[in-house]
Nanobody, 121 residues
């Protein structure tokens, strides 16, 4: 079984910073693209940032220049460093990873359970 476990969410004041982590565990042969998504109350889940296995990155326009995604392949972990946080960044943040469980299996997408980020004074 494969699990993604997020951590690092919480309450932060506008202009502050938070670092989210997401560790994958279980039966893992290789991990492809990893990413962060968020879902605000009453809104659809949206892409925040992705990072490929070659560390190529992509960001939503709303977070460019403020958020940085990175990964540590030795730990099967993806990070999201969030700076200059705004109230509109308030949401549940979910990590996603494309994981190949065995050498000859087809990669599948896995999701974490989510971590809440609240930006408020």
């Amino acid at each position: 079984q494969v699990q993604l476990v997020e951590s690092g969410g919480g309450l932060v004041q506008p202009g502050g910073s938070l670092r989210l982590s997401c560790a994958a565990s279980g039966s893992i042969f290789t991990i492809g693209t990893m990413g962060w998504y968020r879902q605000a109350l009453g809104k659809q889940r949206e892409l925040v940032a992705t990072i490929g296995s070659n560390r190529g990155t992509d960001y939503a326009d709303s977070v460019k220049g403020r958020f940085t995604i990175s990964r540590d392949n030795t730990k099967n972990t993806v990070y999201l460093q969030m700076s200059s946080l705004k109230p509109e960044d308030t949401a549940d943040y979910y990590c996603n990873a494309e994981i190949q469980k065995y050498r000859y299996s087809v990669p599948s997408a896995y999701w974490g359970q989510g971590t809440q980020v609240t930006v408020s004074s």
